[in-house]
């Protein structure tokens, strides 16, 4: 397993070095030959020197100086437009997407299956989203083989279920498959693909991961999870492990209210993290945080994104986690019946999280974070290190 997480490391710092200049000096060996003096004439002046570019980091500290706080609270928001007011699907550039884009500065928008129709209609729409936006926008789906395809109505080859692939047991194969997925997301101009899962599907009563995880087994998953990650890596997209701290032990689905895992942290760490601290080794550039209460761990029923504990001292600390931590969609019933849009922003934020997904009303939740700032309930620093995270990566994946 270390052998994988050091290659993959490898693999990511692999650079080119600078051609080497070279100058051609008389040869000392032959005769020497005269000739007429040339007339004086004047020294050409040096050409000026190229400034080197500047590096992701740097540009996302200029913009980061720059930017007002409204624009920084728009920055942690990743929206779906998924139906219009009359329910119909929304399958091109509107009103509503261009005011959250251009006027409220958010981050990020994902895709769902009802937003993609044909490969054209996929493709300007996304461009129409993208050229509202005055900072680079990440444009995400989940597409993770399987029955969770967002693109199934475009005709592209069906790619196996992560239970499929893992249970071949040849990492290459889940390289393969990732490629395949990465190459068609960025001919459609994604740039964040939700996936893979790195959840353990250890609990036979689970309904929401089932064969969406590539096993039961830690040092099965785990080579697995970081092949899909390279994968994707090759053909451009950003990756996200999901669902963090591990959603497959849960016997309820956090898609319709409260679940949690009564694992203590020693277990999280010898199984369920597992993947996600071998994915974070490897540079993976979002971890999904799930709405799964781990009460041993937290003493606390409080979901993931609400635990700096977790989010902080574990995904930060222990694992080594230095992407983006975004939400799982915050319209899930394990948030929004115990919790409004507005109290679930500002708190996941105060916990350590780095961008909202999806919440179940982003003007309520988007004034919220905004007062919030305002006041210094979510302190200067704190925004300011979620819009840097988020800044960073955007300008190094451009």
């Known amino acids: 397993m270390l052998g994988l997480v050091a290659a993959a490391a490898m693999i990511a710092l692999v650079s080119c070095a600078p051609r080497p200049s070279f100058v051609l000096s008389p040869d000392s060996s032959s005769p020497a030959v005269p000739s007429p003096s040339p007339s004086p004439s004047p020294s050409p002046s040096p050409a000026p020197a190229e400034s080197p570019s500047p590096s992701p980091e740097d540009l996302a500290q200029q913009t980061l100086r720059s930017m007002t ?4 609270v728009g920055q942690v928001f990743f929206l779906a437009f998924r139906r ?3 329910g119909g699907a929304v399958t091109e550039m ?3 997407q261009r005011e959250a884009i251009a006027d409220k ?4 928008v994902v895709l769902f299956a009802e937003n993609i129709s044909t490969k054209e209609q996929t493709k300007q729409y996304i461009a129409d989203l993208k050229s509202a936006a005055a900072i680079p926008l990440f444009v995400g789906v989940d597409e993770e083989g399987g029955s969770v395809a967002r693109t199934g109505a475009l005709g592209y080859p069906p790619i196996p279920d992560a239970a499929a692939i893992g249970a071949a047991g040849d990492p290459s194969e889940a390289t393969r498959y990732a490629r395949e997925i990465g190459a068609y997301l960025t001919a459609l101009g994604f740039t964040v693909d939700f996936a893979p899962v790195a959840d353990i599907n250890t609990n036979a009563q689970n309904t929401v991961i089932g064969d969406r995880a590539f096993g039961s087994d830690a040092e099965a998953v785990t080579p697995m999870v970081l092949a899909f990650i390279e994968g994707l890596h090759a053909e451009g997209i950003l990756a996200s492990t999901k669902h963090y701290p591990g959603h497959g032990d849960t016997a309820q689905d956090s898609h319709n209210g409260f ?10 760490l010898e199984v369920e993290l597992v993947p996600f601290k071998a994915a974070a080794q490897a540079a993976v550039e979002f971890t999904m945080v799930g709405h799964i209460s781990v009460p041993n761990v937290t003493n606390s029923d409080d979901p993931a994104i609400f635990s700096s504990f977790l989010l902080q001292d574990i995904l930060r600390g222990e694992l080594g986690f230095t992407g983006i931590a975004i939400t799982d969609a915050l319209d899930m019933g394990a948030v929004t019946q115990y919790y409004t849009p507005g109290e679930a922003a500002v708190k996941a934020l105060n916990a350590g999280i780095d961008m909202l997904l999806m919440p179940d009303n982003f003007d309520v939740a988007y004034n919220a974070v905004l007062a919030a700032a305002e006041s210094g309930e979510i302190s200067p620093s704190r925004l300011d290190e979620a819009v840097l995270r988020i800044l960073t990566q955007k300008f190094a994946g451009s």
Do not use: E
């Open 84 to 86: 219009d007011f009359w």
């Open 69 to 72: 706080l409204r624009q920084k």
């Open 259 to 268: 679940a949690s895992v009564d694992h203590t942290l020693q277990r999280l």
């Open 94 to 96: 509107g009103d509503v």
């Open 105 to 108: 500065g958010i981050g990020g």
